[in-house]
């Protein structure tokens, strides 16, 4: 997130220099007097100079100093950009003095203390990026700001309401960033008026109330991280019109209910969270049916009925975690023909069955978790997986009990690099394996020195079970031509 923010930051701040021509690099302009005011009490809140600035320079050519952009015509600085300076004081109120300034960057610094509410009256200040700082207090219920277009306070120690004047005068705002505080309240009514708003960042908060519905009819929306607050449900989101959203994340709430069916207002919705949470229900059909969903993830959930994908409407889905609910029924065969399927997690469910024989062609798939499930029949599992090329991480765990390890040796995965078949009680022999590789594995054997007991020896008593629950085995060799595990965790309990 913080990212993305910089990337716009910089971006608008770049178009406000070209508009306004304030570049000025060879120019001796003398710093309004007003200015050079505000600049020195701005340094005297700081607990280490800046370089090249006053007192080391004392000149009163401000205009030159690191981090200052002045305007071409007049002089005056519009541009005060300090970020990432390992700045340390208190954020003085003589920002005020710099009444022509159109871009404050303090971002990534040390400073502390509260906003001078005389900051929320600059009238031509159109950025603000003084995330990732110290900074802390309330802010102001009325703020007078009408040319900002990005305002970023993020990962700082505000507390209180998110000010609802933001979008009554400024309504002309691009960003918003309130991320990584300690704001609480609801997400102000006021933030209907924003209808140029196109990304909205207030994760990691305490955030409650309903995800209000207003929020997925801006029009220019793009981005909404709402994760790791308190809401408690989601508005329907019901519109005549269709949203622009590409990236809704909802994670880390304590949402309950269904999930909502509104997707289909979602027509360019890329990435959807809403992990850890209190969902239930089956799958609402226009989340299965979505075209435009890549990454979905519903991970830790009460969500349950059978897992329905339709792979011919899903035609971009990459990326597919349903892990920790209540889904039942077999894995579903159709996933091998999401053609850009590449990473799927089932694990923690009450899936039954074994892996679909149509997995043979499913050419995409890099990740599989089914950890924690009740499928059988590993020896036809892996010869089905095997004909994945880009298989990479198999992850089985808690599956196959008392099962036996195949001792075909025509097995060939040639992509796999980590196989994980732990605590499943496993019995049968690696015939290619040196004997090193058994070692704290009682229940497999075979190979060039351990002879297999009968299969009554090879059941450990339930205190022997919990003990060898810790005894991961790293193994780097391999079984059959092609199969190179870099790590494969064998435990047998």
């Keep these: 997130m913080v990212a993305v923010l910089e990337t716009w930051v910089l971006v608008i701040v770049l178009v406000v220099s070209i508009q306004s021509q304030v570049f000025v690099t060879t120019q001796n302009l003398e710093c309004n007097s007003n200015d050079l005011r505000g600049l020195r009490v701005f340094m005297d809140g700081l607990e280490s100079p800046i370089d090249r ?14 981090g200052i952009t002045c305007n071409s015509s007049s002089g005056r600085i519009v541009g005060l950009q300090l970020q990432n300076k390992r700045l340390t004081g208190i954020f003085s109120d003589s920002i005020s003095n710099l009444d022509q300034l159109t871009t404050l960057n303090l971002s990534q610094n040390f400073l502390k203390g509260h906003l001078p509410i005389s900051l929320f009256h600059l009238p031509h200040l159109e950025v603000v990026d003084l995330s990732s700082n110290y900074l802390n207090g309330v802010l102001p219920v009325t703020i007078n700001l009408p040319a900002l277009q990005v305002l970023d306070i993020s990962d700082n120690d505000f507390k209180g309401s998110i000010p609802a004047g933001l979008c009554v005068n400024s309504t002309g705002i691009n960003v918003l960033g309130f991320a990584v505080n300690y704001f609480t309240g609801i997400i102000p009514p006021q933030f209907e008026n924003c209808h140029l708003l196109q990304h909205l960042y207030v994760d990691s908060n305490f955030l409650s109330g309903v995800i209000p519905d207003f929020l997925f009819r801006l029009p220019r929306l793009q981005e909404l991280t709402l994760q790791d607050n308190m809401f408690t449900a989601i508005g329907d989101g019901n519109s005549n019109s269709s949203s622009g959203l590409f990236r809704l994340d909802v994670s880390s709430n304590r949402l309950s209910g269904n999930v909502p069916d509104f997707f289909h207002s979602f027509p360019n919705l890329s990435y959807f969270s809403a992990h850890s949470n209190n969902l239930s229900g089956e799958l609402p059909p226009s989340l299965s049916n979505s075209r435009s969903i890549s990454s979905l993830n519903l991970g830790n959930n009460f969500l349950d009925g059978s897992i329905d994908f339709n792979c011919s409407m899903m035609v971009n889905l990459t990326s597919l975690d349903l892990g920790t609910n209540n889904f039942s029924g077999t894995i579903p065969a159709n996933l091998a023909s999401c053609l850009k399927l590449k990473a799927i997690n089932l694990a923690t469910n009450k899936l039954i069955g074994q892996i679909p024989e149509s997995f043979k062609n499913f050419q995409s798939l890099s990740y599989l978790s089914l950890s924690n499930c009740s499928l059988n029949n590993l020896s036809t599992s892996l010869k089905i997986l095997q004909h ?43 015939s290619t394996f040196s004997t090193s590789s058994f070692e704290g594995n009682p229940g497999l054997c075979g190979g060039f020195a351990i002879k297999c007991p009968k299969y009554q020896e090879l059941v450990p008593t339930p205190a022997a079970s919990e003990e060898s629950m810790i005894s991961w085995l790293p193994i780097s060799t391999g079984f059959g ?5 870099t790590v494969i965790f064998l435990l047998c309990n």
């Design 388 to 430: 994945c090329p880009n298989l990479t991480v198999l992850v089985l765990t808690m599956n196959f009990h008392t099962e036996q390890l195949p001792s075909d040796e025509d097995l060939q995965f040639k992509a796999l690099k980590a196989l994980v078949i732990a605590n499943c009680r496993l019995t049968g022999q690696f």
């Design 53 to 66: 600035w006053w007192p080391t320079n004392s000149s009163s050519i401000c205009c030159n100093w690191v």
């Design 481 to 485: 031509i092609g199969f190179l595990v």
